[in-house]
């Protein structure tokens, strides 16, 4: 079992930046991969970024130079720092633990509560 809090939305201007973090509870952390996901209303999750257990990371190809996925394992947190930021950028971001290496939401067990990110033109 692994809980996931999420922390670090806001409300930003266009160009600016952000840090989500993703602190995890429970066992085993280092050993599962860890996806942000986000979505907007009346759209579906939308893959954003995921770390491996060992740090491979993958990006989709809309945040790619633009955002990092960083895991610190003896914190249990998962970080996403955003930079230039851009009003596509808003809407509700999770973070979810799973074992498959995947894009797919469905591979992910363990989902956090979101955290509201808004971008502001």
């Known amino acids: 079992q692994v809980q996931l809090v999420e922390s670090g939305g806001g409300l930003v201007q266009a160009g600016g930046s952000l840090r989500l973090s993703c602190a995890a509870s429970g066992r085993a952390f280092s050993s599962y991969n860890i996806g942000w996901f986000r979505q907007t209303p009346g759209k579906e999750r939308a893959f954003v970024t995921l770390?491996?257990?060992?740090?491979?990371?993958v990006y989709a190809d809309s945040v790619k130079g633009r955002f990092t996925i960083s895991r610190d394992n003896a914190n249990n947190t998962v970080y996403l720092q955003m930079s230039s930021l851009k009003p596509e950028d808003t809407a509700v971001y999770y973070c979810?633990?799973?074992?498959?290496?995947?894009?797919?939401?469905?591979?992910?067990?363990?989902w956090g509560q979101g955290t509201q990110v808004t971008v502001s033109s």
């Open positions: 979810a633990a799973g074992t498959t290496w995947t894009t797919g939401s469905y591979g992910y067990r363990y």
């Open positions: 770390i491996s257990w060992n740090s491979g990371t």
